[in-house]
């Protein structure tokens, strides 16, 4: 891994100036991004910044090289990140130390969960954030990974959560089942960002209707992030479980969104 150079990032208004090592040219994706246009994800940069105020607390659920965490951190007052991959978490710790921000950052070198325990990554050759923590059936090589319940872990160690991103290629039900006696627990459940992709959650063997029904048990209101026009659309438990139903009835199709679950930002 090469870290004689790192890429600045250009994030309209961002007041501090940051700096990130991205992956070489193996990577297609995320950090090809990064490096030729110095941001990654304009629309959900900007939601992260507008969701957050200082000292705010943020939880990264696959956090690849720490490009949302380093974000945050400049504004929240305590962050969680947690990576499994070995070369993406040498990068996220990395991209902390480049940016001066270890000690507002707590870097798991591990998976989310439903429970405690051991698994595999299987890791994508090309795009770097499309590791996963089942087999898919494609060959891919495997390394073995530690799996933390999200609550058994963040109990104790935290007694409030304004804003949890999770981006985990198909394995989000997990994570939030993990989380669930945590948020469910607080006096206020946070915002949540997440990626809905019911093919990966079917291979991870769940669905997106068992997520975005145990979603719902937040009773908080639901949107899809609209990366077109750059906005949030309002939607709700009943109409996103029915999109996941009409996905899975096409086989092979790959269709996704990001959702926000939780009030839209106060701007």
Not at 40 to 46: D, K, M, Q, R, V
Not at 101 to 113: D, G, M, N
């Amino acid at each position: 891994m090469n870290l004689s150079n790192s890429i600045p990032l250009n994030i309209p208004g961002l007041a501090t100036n940051l700096r990130l090592h991205v992956h070489g040219d193996h990577d297609r994706f995320v950090s090809r991004r990064i490096a030729e246009e110095g941001i990654w994800e304009p629309y959900e940069t900007s939601l992260v910044m507008d969701l957050l105020h200082p000292g705010a607390v943020f939880v990264d659920v696959g956090a690849n090289i720490g490009y949302f965490t380093v974000l945050a951190a400049t504004t929240a007052g305590k962050v969680f990140a947690f990576e499994p991959d070995p070369e993406n978490f040498r990068l996220l710790e990395a991209n902390l130390a480049l940016n001066a921000l270890q000690r507002k950052v707590t870097a798991v070198p591990a998976a989310l969960a439903e429970e405690d325990g051991e698994g595999r990554l299987y890791l994508s050759e090309d795009n770097l954030g499309d590791h996963q923590i089942y087999a898919a059936g494609d060959a891919r090589e495997s390394v073995p990974i530690e799996l933390l319940s999200g609550s058994h872990y963040l109990q104790g160690r935290l007694d409030s959560l304004d804003l949890l991103k999770v981006d985990t290629q198909g394995s989000e039900y997990g994570v939030m089942a993990g989380l669930m006696p945590l948020l469910s627990a607080l006096a206020r459940p946070p915002r949540i960002l997440l990626e809905l992709t019911p093919l990966s959650l079917r291979h991870a063997g769940s669905s997106g209707r068992a997520l975005v029904e145990l979603l719902g048990e937040l009773r908080q209101s639901f949107w899809i992030v609209d990366h077109i026009e750059h906005r949030l659309v309002a939607s709700s438990c009943e109409e996103l479980a029915g999109w996941c139903d009409d996905v899975d009835a096409v086989a092979g199709d790959a269709g996704f969104m990001n959702i926000l679950v939780g009030p839209t930002p106060a701007v």
